[in-house]
């Protein structure tokens, strides 16, 4: 079946409110519509990638009745050390304990993204990793940037596109899906399910 792929008056919906990947998008110039899923990212268990990929999917659904004509993304980013998962810190203990286990190593960062077709159908769904290496953070850094508000909200307690950059050693993989949405990804896949006719788009 063929649908009416992304154009300027027909937006693509990705369900979620995360500035990092609004930004993303516009960076990309790719017309979209940012609308809130509302789905609790409590850990579940299975592989990170799998809960990735599963929230991304639930995140996309829980806004498809309003939009069951258009293109949904979802998108869902974890941050793995070892075997443990970090979401987004609650408070300072909680942003201080991530940092310093991030401290002096390395760790992944895994998306999860899933899109729907205006049918409601998962067109694609994939989970990106990227491997990050953190330097060796001292006691009075990790207060400092932690003093700084950035932690909160952010998967892992940190931002590698913003002040968090200068303890980001190395990355190996994609830099946007650090930031949150792996974009050449993405991109890829809107072309595969026709969601997308070229890229970039004509302006």
Wanted: charged share 20%; hydrophobic share 40%.
């Amino acid at each position: 079946m063929n649908f009416q792929p992304i154009s300027t008056d027909y937006h693509l919906i990705l369900a979620s409110e995360s500035p990092r990947r609004k930004s993303l998008l516009r960076q990309v110039n790719l017309p979209f519509e940012a609308v809130p899923s509302h789905v609790e990212e409590n850990q579940v268990s299975g592989k990170p990638s799998d809960q990735a990929s599963r929230f991304a999917e639930k995140k996309a659904r829980a806004v498809h009745p309003e939009f069951n004509n258009r293109w949904i993304l979802g998108a869902d980013t974890v941050v793995v050390v070892g075997e443990k998962i970090l979401g987004k810190p609650h408070d300072h203990h909680d942003a201080e304990s991530m940092l310093y286990l991030l401290s002096g190593r390395e760790h992944e960062v895994i998306t999860g993204f899933c899109l729907l077709n205006p049918k409601g159908d998962v067109a694609e769904a994939k989970a990106v990793t990227t491997l990050v290496r953190i330097k060796w953070l001292a006691a009075d850094e990790i207060n400092a940037y932690i003093a700084t508000g950035e932690p909160f909200g952010k998967a892992g307690g940190y931002a590698i596109q913003g002040i968090g950059a200068f303890m980001v050693e190395s990355i190996f993989g994609s830099y946007t899906n650090v930031v949150g949405l792996p974009v050449c990804a993405v991109i890829k896949s809107l072309l595969a399910a026709g969601a997308l006719k070229e890229f970039p788009m004509p302006q």
